[in-house]
């Protein structure tokens, strides 16, 4: 017995110390005073379902003065219930006694101090505390206990619920944490507007089905947001992040688009668009006429009426109708048809602001072409104090500059201007205003007083092509630049 013993001890440091665990964390102690606790083993396990495990076992004995009979694994699943699953005994050998276990339960060494085993193919069933217990002589019992824990991954998903706007607050996203173990925890970001609310089952394994509902009164404009559904579990590294766009259903809502008030007696291809916001998209879309079946002047395409040529079959009032699936909605415009062009006092707000946008075109031209006519200026300028502050411009002749050289450079620009006829009409005078601000900034460079004569210049120079090289004063700073785009070398190095 003793030279067993002693055997056994020998062979104590060459067994491994420690086998790789398949679990995240293993918290090891020693689980109480060394003096005191004589079976060491591992204080917490954890393990996942398939996997497997090694429970630690060794006999410390410092003096080497007890003796040791037998050893056993006990597995307490719950409280009070003790199964038996290994045995070693030095002369009688290895015994598994629990069927639950056998053909998964190995010693991994021979030996009555390290009866450390493994246990394969593991269950969620196998979770519990394991006790590894040495009979003794002459202290009696000793043990040590591992508490194993199982885990499991949850199967995570998220979904959207499609869902028809209106009043009541519905469910529109679900997500799901199914058999974790721990249980899983959900959020919902970002929480506009909504609740939710939280379910959890357990499964026979010990695992948990955790749920949630996203709600809230769906409206047209919740249709394709974005809640996020986020799960937190234990055996994930990182939180399960998943994106649902709500997908929220309405009956369309229908506007007509197109009318100018200027429907007058011999106009062409004048449109109206009906225009339906709808999900899902619309079925039908379908144009009425007050006054009867549509003439023969007008073609219908889709949500597009065009009347190819006005006349008094249009004086009426047109009905667009759209459907889908959850209703139909119409609108309708009375179009009067004048027996002569509306002047501009009457502009529609869409053509005022097409107005204004010609408007600015032109400003823009303006600016363009009186920067141009400016560093003309400077460029030919004769006297050598570039710097100086430039000479006052006269309001007038400002003007006067202003509307001449507009000619040349603003005619591509102001082309689309010949539907839109009226509206750069007033707008046409503001240049006048900023062009003052914009020339005197401009004129921060010097500019003689002098215009008259440098109008042909102008023109040569914007027919050169040479726009806008010289719109802002900071190009003084880079008189490189301008001398690589073929400019006078000799008007950027004054400025130096
Ligand atoms: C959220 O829940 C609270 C209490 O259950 C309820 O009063 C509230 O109306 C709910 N809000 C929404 C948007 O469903
Ligand atoms: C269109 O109808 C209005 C009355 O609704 C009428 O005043 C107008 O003269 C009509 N226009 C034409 C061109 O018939």
Same mark, same amino acid.
């Given at each position: 017995?003793?030279?067993?013993?002693?055997?056994?001890?020998?062979?104590?440091?060459?067994?491994?110390?420690?086998?790789?665990?398949?679990?995240?964390?293993?918290?090891?102690?020693?689980?109480?005073?060394?003096?005191?606790?004589?079976?060491?083993?591992?204080?917490?396990?954890?393990?996942?379902?398939?996997?497997?495990?090694?429970?630690?076992?060794?006999?410390?004995?410092?003096?080497?003065?007890?003796?040791?009979?037998?050893?056993?694994?006990?597995?307490?699943?719950?409280?009070?219930?003790?199964?038996?699953?290994?045995?070693?005994?030095?002369?009688?050998?290895?015994?598994?006694?629990?069927?639950?276990?056998?053909?998964? @339960?190995?010693?991994?060494?021979?030996?009555?101090?390290?009866?450390?085993?493994?246990?394969?193919?593991?269950?969620?069933?196998?979770?519990?505390?394991?006790?590894?217990?040495?009979?003794?002589?002459?202290?009696?019992?000793?043990?040590?206990?591992?508490?194993?824990?199982?885990?499991?991954?949850?199967?995570?998903?998220?979904?959207?619920?499609?869902?028809?706007?209106?009043?009541?607050?519905?469910?529109?996203?679900?997500?799901?944490?199914?058999?974790?173990?721990?249980?899983?925890?959900?959020?919902?970001?970002?929480?506009?507007?909504?609740?939710?609310?939280?379910?959890?089952?357990?499964?026979?394994?010990?695992?948990?089905?955790?749920?949630?509902?996203?709600?809230?009164?769906?409206?047209?404009?919740?249709?394709?947001?974005?809640?996020?559904?986020?799960?937190?579990?234990?055996?994930?590294?990182?939180?399960?992040?998943?994106?649902?766009?709500?997908?929220?259903?309405?009956?369309?809502? @229908?506007?007509?688009?197109?009318?100018?008030?200027?429907?007058?007696?011999?106009?062409?291809? @004048?449109?109206?668009?009906?225009?339906?916001?709808?999900?899902?998209?619309?079925?039908?879309?379908?144009?009425?006429?007050?006054?009867?079946?549509?003439?023969?002047?007008?073609?219908?395409?889709?949500?597009?009426?065009?009347?190819?040529?006005?006349?008094?079959?249009?004086?009426?009032?047109?009905?667009?109708?759209?459907?889908?699936?959850?209703?139909?909605?119409?609108?309708?415009?009375?179009?009067?048809?004048?027996?002569?062009?509306?002047?501009?006092?009457?502009?529609?707000?869409?053509?005022?602001?097409?107005?204004?946008?010609?408007?600015?075109?032109?400003?823009?031209?303006?600016?363009?072409?009186?920067?141009?006519?400016?560093?003309?200026?400077?460029?030919?300028?004769?006297?050598?104090?570039?710097?100086?502050?430039?000479?006052?411009?006269?309001?007038?002749?400002?003007?006067?500059?202003?509307?001449?050289?507009?000619?040349?450079?603003?005619?591509?620009?102001?082309?689309?201007?010949?539907?839109?006829?009226?509206?750069?009409?007033?707008?046409?005078?503001?240049?006048?205003?900023?062009?003052?601000?914009?020339?005197?900034?401009?004129?921060?460079?010097?500019?003689?007083?002098?215009?008259?004569?440098?109008?042909?210049?102008?023109?040569?120079?914007?027919?050169?092509?040479?726009?806008?090289?010289?719109?802002?004063?900071?190009?003084?700073?880079?008189?490189?630049?301008?001398?690589?785009?073929?400019?006078?070398?000799?008007?950027?190095?004054?400025?130096?």
């Amino acid at each position: 017995m003793f030279r067993m013993a002693r055997d056994y001890a020998a062979r104590w440091p060459l067994s491994p110390m420690r086998n790789t665990w398949l679990v995240a964390v293993a918290i090891i102690l020693i689980t109480q005073d060394i003096g005191a606790q004589k079976v060491r083993v591992d204080d917490k396990l954890e393990a996942y379902p398939t996997e497997s495990v090694d429970l630690h076992c060794e006999f410390i004995d410092g003096g080497g003065k007890t003796k040791l009979t037998q050893v056993s694994w006990i597995w307490e699943p719950v409280d009070g219930q003790r199964d038996n699953i290994a045995v070693y005994h030095p002369i009688y050998g290895q015994s598994f006694p629990n069927l639950a276990f056998k053909d998964r @339960v190995v010693f991994l060494h021979n030996s009555l101090e390290n009866p450390s085993i493994k246990i394969s193919n593991l269950r969620m069933s196998d979770a519990g505390r394991y006790t590894c217990e040495y009979a003794t002589y002459p202290s009696g019992n000793e043990q040590g206990t591992t508490t194993l824990t199982m885990l499991a991954k949850p199967k995570n998903s998220a979904t959207v619920v499609t869902v028809q706007a209106g009043t009541k607050s519905v469910v529109v996203a679900q997500c799901e944490a199914v058999e974790g173990k721990p249980a899983a925890t959900i959020k919902w970001l970002p929480p506009f507007g909504g609740n939710h609310s939280m379910s959890t089952t357990n499964g026979p394994d010990g695992t948990v089905t955790v749920r949630s509902e996203y709600r809230l009164v769906p409206t047209p404009a919740d249709n394709g947001r974005e809640v996020t559904c986020m799960i937190d579990q234990r055996t994930q590294d990182r939180p399960w992040v998943y994106p649902v766009k709500l997908s929220v259903e309405y009956p369309p809502s @229908v506007s007509i688009e197109g009318y100018d008030n200027n429907w007058y007696v011999g106009r062409s291809d @004048v449109v109206l668009l009906c225009l339906a916001n709808a999900n899902p998209a619309p079925t039908t879309i379908t144009w009425t006429m007050a006054s009867g079946p549509l003439p023969d002047t007008v073609e219908v395409d889709g949500n597009k009426l065009t009347v190819r040529k006005v006349d008094d079959t249009v004086n009426t009032t047109f009905t667009c109708e759209v459907k889908n699936k959850h209703g139909a909605s119409s609108h309708q415009i009375t179009t009067v048809v004048i027996e002569k062009k509306r002047v501009i006092t009457s502009a529609p707000p869409t053509g005022a602001v097409i107005g204004g946008i010609l408007g600015a075109l032109v400003i823009i031209g303006i600016i363009v072409a009186a920067v141009f006519f400016i560093h003309k200026y400077h460029e030919d300028g004769e006297g050598p104090p570039k710097h100086k502050p430039p000479p006052p411009m006269k309001a007038g002749s400002s003007t006067e500059m202003l509307n001449k050289p507009s000619g040349p450079p603003t005619t591509a620009e102001t082309a689309p201007l010949s539907p839109g006829e009226v509206y750069y009409e007033p707008t046409g005078a503001e240049p006048v205003t900023n062009l003052d601000d914009e020339a005197t900034g401009a004129l921060n460079g010097g500019a003689p007083p002098v215009f008259d004569d440098n109008i042909n210049e102008l023109k040569d120079h914007a027919a050169d092509g040479h726009h806008g090289n010289d719109l802002d004063s900071s190009n003084q700073e880079a008189p490189a630049a301008n001398i690589a785009r073929g400019e006078s070398f000799v008007s950027p190095a004054m400025y130096v």
